[in-house]
C-alpha cells in the first residue's frame, strides 16, 4: 500500500505501481488501485478492498506529524472539558491490540483537571502523539500515537464507572 498527500501526487510518482496495488490519499482519506496502468478511486463499499477502516486509519495516521506542543496544550484543554462534560469517577485508556489497560480515578476531592495532565502523560510514554479526536456525540477520545518501531497504534480513552465494582464492608 501506498500513502501520499493527494491525488495530484499519487499520479506522479517517480516509480511505475504494481498492478493491483493500492494507495490511500492522507489529504481527503481516499482510496485508489492501480490497474491497467492507471489509478482508479475505490468506493467504500468495495468488498474487494481487504482492508478495515482501523488499519485504512493506521496508515493515515502514520503518515501525519507528531502535534506540536501548542497543539497538544489545546487538546489538552478540550480534554479537561470533555472530562467534566462525561462526568464519571473512573476512566480508561484501552488499546486492544496491545493489551494495554490503564484505568484513570478521578478522586473528587483533588482538583479535577489534573487528569488531562495525567492522560497525556501517559499518552505520551506509549510514543508520539499523532493525532487526538475527540468525539463528544458517543463519549470517546481517540489517541493516535507511533511507537519507537513507527507503528501506529489507536489507544480509546473513554468513561469506565459501569467496569468497576466498588466493594464496602459493614
Same mark, same amino acid.
Given at each position: @500500500?501506498?500513502?501520499v498527500?493527494?491525488?495530484?501526487?499519487?499520479?506522479?510518482?517517480?516509480?511505475?505501481p504494481?498492478?493491483e496495488?493500492?494507495? =490511500?490519499?492522507?489529504?481527503?482519506?481516499? =482510496?485508489? /488501485?492501480?490497474?491497467n496502468?492507471?489509478?482508479?478511486k475505490?468506493?467504500?463499499?468495495d468488498?474487494k478492498l481487504?482492508?478495515?477502516?482501523?488499519?485504512?486509519?493506521?496508515?493515515?495516521?502514520?503518515? @501525519?506529524p $507528531?502535534?506540536?506542543?501548542?497543539?497538544?496544550?489545546?487538546k489538552?484543554? $478540550?480534554i479537561a $472539558?470533555?472530562?467534566?462534560?462525561?462526568?464519571g469517577t473512573y476512566f480508561m485508556l484501552?488499546?486492544?491490540e496491545?493489551?494495554?489497560y490503564? =484505568?484513570?480515578?478521578i478522586?473528587?476531592?483533588?482538583?479535577?483537571?489534573s487528569?488531562? /495532565? $495525567?492522560v497525556v502523560?501517559? =499518552?505520551?510514554?506509549?510514543g508520539k502523539?499523532k493525532?487526538?479526536?475527540?468525539?463528544?456525540?458517543?463519549?470517546w477520545?481517540?489517541?493516535?500515537i507511533e511507537?519507537?518501531?513507527?507503528?501506529v497504534? @489507536?489507544?480509546?480513552?473513554?468513561p469506565?464507572?459501569n467496569g468497576v465494582?466498588?466493594c464496602?464492608t459493614?
Open positions: @500500500m501506498i500513502t498527500k493527494n491525488y495530484e501526487t499519487l499520479i506522479r510518482l517517480p516509480s511505475t504494481q498492478e496495488e493500492y494507495a =490511500v490519499c492522507t489529504e481527503d482519506r481516499t =482510496v485508489y /488501485k492501480y490497474l496502468n492507471e489509478w482508479h475505490i468506493d467504500a463499499s468488498t481487504n482492508i478495515n477502516l482501523y488499519e485504512l486509519n493506521k496508515t493515515f495516521y502514520n503518515s @501525519m $507528531e502535534l506540536t506542543f501548542n497543539e497538544l496544550k489545546d489538552q484543554k $478540550e $472539558e470533555w472530562v467534566h462534560r462525561a462526568g484501552l488499546n486492544r496491545r493489551a494495554d490503564t =484505568v484513570f480515578h478522586n473528587k476531592s483533588i482538583y479535577i483537571k487528569i488531562d /495532565k $495525567e502523560d501517559i =499518552v505520551c510514554s506509549r502523539i493525532s487526538i479526536e475527540i468525539n463528544n456525540k458517543e463519549l477520545i481517540q489517541f493516535w511507537d519507537k518501531d513507527k507503528n497504534f @489507536m489507544y480509546a480513552f473513554f469506565y464507572d465494582i466498588e464496602t459493614n
